[in-house]
């Protein structure tokens, strides 16, 4: 009996296995091994030059801010602004042009009541009320040439 090629002979015994027997040749590829003369990277050059920030000139003397143009008030002097007080706006001006929306007879009544209340305590939204007097007065006009073309409609059908 011929011996099979190198490399496929199996172990003549089922339970053993061939020591000198070849990885077959769809199997995964093991990784060569490292080259002899192996040696690590040469070391790094020296670093950069750090960063050096730029010199600061120093005003020149002599010379003074220039004045404030004419109509103008002096610039704040340095430091944090003081915070400006906020006048609230008026609840009632917001309400009524939410309804003057859904509600318009409502919103008309907010309004003027919300433009009251902001002369006697100087709150913001005015322009809010006198939106909502003016969306809800035209609204309501409209509701009501509404209501009056369909009523003349109806009693003009039931005539004929």
């Not at 706006?89 to 939410?98: E, G, Q």
């Not at 035209?138 to 509701?143: I, M, N």
């Not at 509404?146 to 009693?155: D, G, N, P, S, T």
């Amino acid at each position: 009996m011929s011996e099979p090629p190198h490399g496929l002979a199996g172990p003549q015994d089922p339970g053993q296995r061939d020591s000198t027997a070849e990885p077959p040749a769809h199997g995964p590829v093991p990784y060569p091994p490292p080259p002899a003369t192996f040696a690590p990277p040469p070391p790094y050059t020296s670093p950069p030059p750090t960063y050096t920030p730029p010199t600061t000139y120093a005003p020149t003397p002599g010379y003074a801010a220039p004045p404030p143009p004419a109509g103008y008030s002096p610039p704040p002097p340095a430091g944090y602004a003081q915070p400006q007080p906020v006048r609230p706006t008026n609840t009632l001006a917001i309400v009524a042009l939410v309804l003057a929306f859904v509600v318009p007879v409502g919103g008309v009544i907010c309004g003027h009541m919300a433009r009251k209340q902001i002369k006697e305590t100087g709150e913001d939204g005015s322009g809010m009320a006198t939106a909502a007097l003016i969306i809800g007065y035209v609204y309501t006009a409209l509701a009501v040439l509404a209501l009056c073309a369909a009523a003349a409609i109806v009693l003009a059908t039931r005539n004929t």
